[in-house]
């Protein structure tokens, strides 16, 4: 059963890579460990976490993230006064 979950941890690592990659903002840690809770919790629930789905979930949710920080907290774009 080890190699069984060595290759769910590469899958994970290289999911959480290609997001890294995609969501800069996140920490790398915060980044990973997401993509780790979602497959998480598609287990808990019955789901088959395939990869795909995994990271559809996990991009779905620090995409949500992202957009629900107010207004008054996100850096300034481009550095422009406005």
Same mark, same amino acid.
């Given at each position: 059963?080890?190699?069984?979950? #060595?290759?769910?941890? %590469?899958?994970?690592? =290289?999911?959480?890579? $290609?997001?890294? #990659? %995609?969501?800069?903002?996140?920490?790398?840690?915060? /980044?990973?460990?997401? /993509? =780790? #809770?979602?497959?998480?919790?598609? @287990?808990?629930?019955?789901?088959?976490?395939?990869?795909?789905?995994? %990271? $559809?979930?996990? $991009?779905?949710?620090?995409?949500?993230?992202?957009?629900? %920080?107010?207004?008054?907290?996100? @850096?300034? =774009?481009?550095? /422009? #006064?406005?």
């Amino acid at each position: 059963m080890p190699a069984l979950a #060595d290759h769910r941890s %590469e899958i994970r690592d =290289a999911l959480a890579r $290609r997001l890294c #990659d %995609e969501f800069t903002t996140f920490p790398s840690e915060a /980044v990973h460990r997401c /993509v =780790a #809770d979602v497959q998480a919790c598609m @287990a808990h629930l019955g789901l088959d976490a395939t990869p795909a789905r995994v %990271e $559809r979930m996990a $991009r779905e949710h620090l995409t949500g993230v992202l957009k629900s %920080e107010p207004p008054s907290g996100r @850096a300034p =774009a481009g550095g /422009v #006064d406005g």
